[in-house]
Nanobody, 121 residues
């Protein structure tokens, strides 16, 4: 079992910055790839960025050059540094962790409750 708790969301003006954090607890030794997803009202959830346990990253085209995903494995914490924010970035941001099951030879995704990010014009 893995629990994920996001924090750091809030209201910010366009062009501003915000840093989101995701604290993981439970069976953290089995966490593999982690990521951030977001979902705005009336829209589908979309991938923002992912990061492997080794630090390899992947970003959605809409956030490339503006967002940076990172993780501190010792602290079991995932981060998302968001710079040059746009109103289009407004959404609930969810933390994701893929947990490995060696017995089942598979991974299971865990999700946090989300944190609201609102970017004003």
């Amino acid at each position: 079992q893995v629990q994920l708790v996001e924090s750091g969301g809030g209201l910010v003006q366009a062009g501003g910055s915000l840093r989101l954090s995701c604290a993981a607890s439970g069976s953290t030794l089995r966490i593999n790839t982690m990521g951030w997803y977001r979902q705005d009202s009336g829209k589908q959830r979309e991938l923002v960025a992912t990061i492997t346990i080794g630090g390899n990253t992947n970003y959605a085209d809409s956030v490339k050059g503006r967002f940076t995903i990172s993780r501190d494995n010792a602290k079991n914490t995932l981060y998302l540094q968001m710079n040059r924010l746009k109103p289009e970035d407004t959404a609930v941001y969810y933390c994701n962790a893929n947990v490995v099951s060696f017995i089942a030879s598979s991974q299971y995704p865990y999700w946090g409750q989300g944190t609201q990010v609102t970017v004003s014009s």
